[in-house]
């Protein structure tokens, strides 16, 4: 095999200080891959700014194509495609039977390998105009509606990866066919599903006999979890014998839990498609048991007798959760599931929440009950999280809906003529000197301690007090009151601390969905002189934000001191953390209900969205199309500043 590549130029003979071990890894299809053990040059590698696509957003976004053909493209030796250059190869120098070699083109098993063969095979993709597709490293898939329509976007893509020196095996090559698998799983219309032969090898596994065993059973079947109703509950006592701490013994429990799991693989239901549009109904069912939380995705439209799956999730208690009351676990269950909703079917989707007990009216009123074990910032979290999601979505009802079903387990689904009613948009109240005598005393405080005099409303003395201490202990208000202490750094017209480049302003807008798929665009704003830059996006997640402030900030006006931003988690999370420690930058989130923090940002996106429905026609019909014009409009005509 060394000799093999040493005649394809992708090892050579070497004398070099540096060396590590070699790792061969048998290959499915019976051949043989060198690898080496580079666990020691991993370690003191530094991280790069780019990251790789996550799997399970990939997974998402082709779910929600809906399609009915596919074809896939995996190119060969993707990794030997791409030289290491001359100054690099020493540290990557290995050896076998007492000759010393090293690598020419980029080698498995480096951390950054992966990372550097997806960036350079995107970037051919991008600059030969690739028609729709989805890449993860060397693996590639396009879909349409027709078997010819596949042909062709796989036949472009292909022209394009060879142009671009890349190698393509025929037997790499799959379809177009109604049913294929990319990144291990299988897809047939829009759905995603577990392959036959993953099933047959997961149940045709014994029972193991020590903790590595243990493991390697629990890793092939984690995998395929988000088919499983109850997984983690499932599972738990396999997890507890491979725990440290804890001796190995396959007791009765973990017999239970060994053919139970399997039984349910053998049963796992296909999930998908996503749908959109406003006849689609999305139900996040959840439920907090003993052992720990679980919630389930659904979706049903007129005609279906029963909804159809989109995902399964479940967790374990950890730390102090299991000491919350059930009130609390309930809460949880339905405040983590709406985030795992949200990378599914996107933030502006309706959602229909069912959960075991009746929980939210009083959570939209901020109360914290007296008796409870989270923190205060625990329970402000949970109910800024799901009043603020009830909030997104259509005027004429909220996003999230309490109704209280026993859906999907029953065979009738949807809303009763009674619910109906309960969840229509709220009306306003008619004016005070309208009410009925009866109603006056109640109207505005249940306690009668507002009242009207005149044109007035009054107060209790006894309500003020109360009042100051509330705004006296909310951090947010400390934050405002501080805030409007300091001299902004935008004074007087003019930035009074950075230079041009150095702070930016970001945000994302929603749009309507385009037939790419895209619907989100990320706007940046150059804080002293207002230069405005976009970027397209499918969903509004950290990996995004991080792409495009490379691309339209960093590669064109150079590395910024200081991004703002809200409180999103498309913004406020480790991913962004991380990146922004990397580079130097001061990342900072706007203060809530503070209007001046974002204010030079929201009159960009207004103007923004003003010139893209100018260019759409008096609507956003080809928004993509219009985004470079629109933006170039709000720089040369529309900037504030």
Not at 6 to 14: I, L, M
Not at 35 to 60: G, I, K
Not at 505 to 525: C, D, F, N, S
């Amino acid at each position: 095999m060394i000799q093999e590549l040493e005649s394809q130029g992708v090892v050579s003979k070497t004398h070099a200080p540096f060396n590590s071990p070699i790792w061969p890894v048998h290959k499915s299809e019976g051949e043989w891959r060198l690898t080496v053990d580079y666990r020691a040059l991993n370690e003191v590698t530094p991280p790069l700014s780019t990251a790789m696509p996550d799997m399970l957003e990939l997974q998402y976004e082709l779910e929600s194509k809906a399609a009915k053909w596919y074809a896939t493209t995996d190119i060969a030796n993707a990794l030997f495609s791409i030289p290491l250059a001359a100054e690099c190869r020493p540290q990557f120098a290995f050896t076998w039977r007492g000759v010393q070699y090293t690598w020419n083109r980029l080698p498995q098993g480096w951390k950054h390998s992966p990372t550097i063969c997806h960036g350079l095979i995107q970037t051919a993709l991008e600059k030969g105009d690739a028609p729709e597709h989805l890449q993860y490293i060397d693996d590639i898939i396009v879909w349409g509606n027709t078997a010819a329509e596949v042909f062709e976007k796989g036949k472009e893509i292909i022209q394009i990866l060879l142009e671009a020196s890349f190698a393509i095996k025929k037997s790499k090559v799959k379809g177009p066919a109604r049913e294929i698998q990319f990144l291990g799983v299988k897809w047939q219309d829009g759905q995603q599903q577990i392959p036959t032969d993953v099933i047959n090898k997961i149940t045709a596994m014994s029972p193991p006999t020590n903790k590595k065993e243990t493991q390697a059973f629990l890793g092939a079947i984690g995998f395929w979890r988000i088919h499983i109703p109850e997984y983690s509950q499932i599972v738990s006592p396999l997890y507890l014998v491979t725990q440290k701490k804890n001796d190995f013994h396959c007791g009765p429990e973990q017999q239970q839990a060994f053919a139970q799991i399997k039984q349910e693989i053998t049963h796992a239901v296909a999930l998908g498609p996503v749908r959109t549009g406003p006849e689609v109904k999305n139900v996040l069912y959840s439920a907090a048991g003993s052992h720990g939380l679980s919630w389930s995705l659904w979706q049903k439209v007129p005609g279906e007798t029963r909804g159809r799956p989109l995902g399964f999730w479940s967790r374990s208690y950890r730390g102090s959760e299991a000491n919350y009351t059930p009130t609390e676990k309930e809460i949880l269950a339905a405040a983590e599931g709406v985030q795992a909703a949200s990378e599914v079917i996107g933030t502006e989707a309706q959602l229909l929440l069912a959960p075991r007990l009746p929980v939210l009216g009083w959570m939209f009123k901020g109360k914290v009950p007296s008796t409870h074990h989270a923190t205060d910032a625990t329970w402000s979290k949970w109910i800024a999280l799901i009043t603020q999601c009830a909030r997104m979505g259509k005027l004429n009802r909220p996003r999230i809906l309490e109704i209280i079903t026993n859906w999907p387990e029953g065979e009738n689904f949807g809303l009763t003529d009674e619910e109906q009613e309960q969840v229509t948009r709220a009306e306003e109240a008619p004016p005070y000197n309208q009410l009925p005598a009866e109603e006056m005393h109640y109207a505005l405080f249940t306690d009668g301690s507002c009242r009207i005099v005149g044109m007035n409303r009054k107060w209790k003395a006894a309500m003020w007090s109360p009042t100051r201490q509330v705004i006296h202990d909310c951090e947010t208000c400390a934050a405002i009151r501080q805030a409007k202490r300091v001299k902004p750094l935008w004074y007087g017209g003019r930035w009074s601390k950075y230079k041009y480049g150095e702070a930016w302003q970001i945000e994302y807008i929603a749009l309507p969905q385009i037939r790419h798929g895209k619907r989100y665009v990320l706007t940046m704003v150059e804080a002293t002189t207002g230069w405005l830059e976009t970027y397209p996006v499918p969903h509004a997640t950290a990996w995004n934000t991080i792409l495009g402030l490379e691309r339209q900030v960093l590669w064109r006006h150079g590395t910024p001191e200081r991004i703002e931003s809200d409180n999103g988690t498309h913004f406020k999370n480790s991913l962004i953390n991380t990146w922004a420690r990397e580079h130097g930058i001061e990342w900072v989130c706007h203060i809530p209900y503070h209007a001046p923090a974002a204010g030079k940002m929201e009159r960009h996106n207004a103007l923004l969205k003003t010139q893209l429905r100018a260019l759409g026609g008096g609507s956003f019909k080809n928004w993509e199309q219009h985004l470079a014009k629109a933006t170039w409009l709000v720089n040369t005509q529309g900037s504030t500043n």
